[in-house]
């Protein structure tokens, strides 16, 4: 049985995995994206796969644009809410504010607006048919387990999104729509491509979209990976506020 999905971020990196993904699967598949061109590309390779791809151009930052464009997209099954931007704070004594804001704005105040939108659609599903639970899905970040260097706008943004997908799991799940946080470690994209750290655990794209997959499957409330990671943090998490700050200050260095 085939669903529809959307999915933001789509023209690179997990988004442009996940849609591929589900055109494999022989979904419906709604990519969003800024881009005519990169969407296009997606146009193209879609061709070649059993699903049926629908390209939805807005800029997230733009709420008029975006209310326009989601006003053509159908009752949705899964709704994947993966677009995003990575800047770093390089120097915390000369804090970068307008930095901060444009991270800020991308990653969690125009989501906002994303999803009033999007539970309209995912309301619709459970208007047409009373039995289905439509999934909202939010992909956060593993940075947001602990306080990294020069990460305080995107760890922020991405610790904003946390606490939004666990409250709204709690108020729409008496409503039958079930709510997802995903986890992802080091993921190789055009956004980490730019960074000039050691990744340890580094996956491909594929491979976090398979996995996430995998936890939408299963309804979990949170799709954390890869394991190795994800424990690494849960165990500094656990230890000493005193130690964690000396082990990250010691990092820093």
């Given at each position: 049985m085939s669903h529809r999905v959307l999915v933001t971020?789509?023209?690179?990196?997990?988004?442009?995995?996940?849609?591929?993904?589900y055109l494999e699967k022989g979904d419906v598949v709604y990519a969003c994206g800024r881009s005519a061109e990169k969407l296009a590309a997606i146009s193209e390779q879609a061709q070649q796969l059993s699903g049926t791809l629908?390209?939805?151009?807005?800029?997230?930052?733009?709420?008029?644009?975006?209310?326009?464009?989601?006003?053509?997209?159908?009752?949705?099954?899964?709704?994947?809410?993966?677009?995003?931007d990575c800047e770093y704070i390089?120097?915390?004594?000369?804090?970068?504010?307008?930095?901060?804001?444009?991270?800020?704005?991308?990653?969690?105040?125009?989501?906002g607006v994303l999803v009033r939108e999007i539970l309209l659609k995912l309301k619709e599903a459970i208007t047409a048919n009373s039995s289905v639970?439509?999934?909202?899905?939010?992909?956060?970040?593993?940075?947001?387990?602990?306080?990294?260097?020069?990460?305080?706008?995107?760890?922020?943004?991405?610790?904003?999104?946390?606490?939004?997908a666990d409250s709204l799991y709690i108020d729409l799940k008496p409503h039958n729509?079930?709510?997802?946080?995903?986890?992802?470690?080091?993921?190789k994209t055009p956004l980490t491509d730019k960074n000039d750290f050691e990744m340890p655990f580094l996956l491909t794209s594929d491979e976090a979209a398979k996995r996430i997959d995998s936890g939408i499957q299963r309804r979990h409330r949170?799709?954390?990976?890869?394991?190795?990671l994800i424990w690494s943090l849960k165990f500094a998490s656990w230890l000493p506020a005193t130690w964690w700050r000396k082990i990250m200050l010691n990092s820093d260095q």
């Open positions: 971020g789509a023209t690179s990196g997990i988004g442009h995995s996940l849609v591929i993904n629908k390209l939805v151009q807005f800029d997230q930052l733009k709420e008029d644009e975006l209310v326009s464009a989601l006003n053509e997209v159908e009752a949705l099954d899964i709704a994947i809410l993966n677009a995003g390089d120097n915390a004594l000369d804090f970068d504010a307008n930095l901060f804001k444009r991270v800020i704005d991308i990653n969690l105040t125009s989501v639970n439509p999934q909202l899905v939010f992909v956060g970040s593993s940075a947001a387990m602990m306080p990294f260097t020069r990460a305080q706008a995107y760890g922020a943004s991405k610790a904003g999104i946390g606490y939004l729509i079930d709510v997802s946080l995903v986890l992802p470690g080091f993921i949170h799709i954390a990976f890869p394991k190795r």
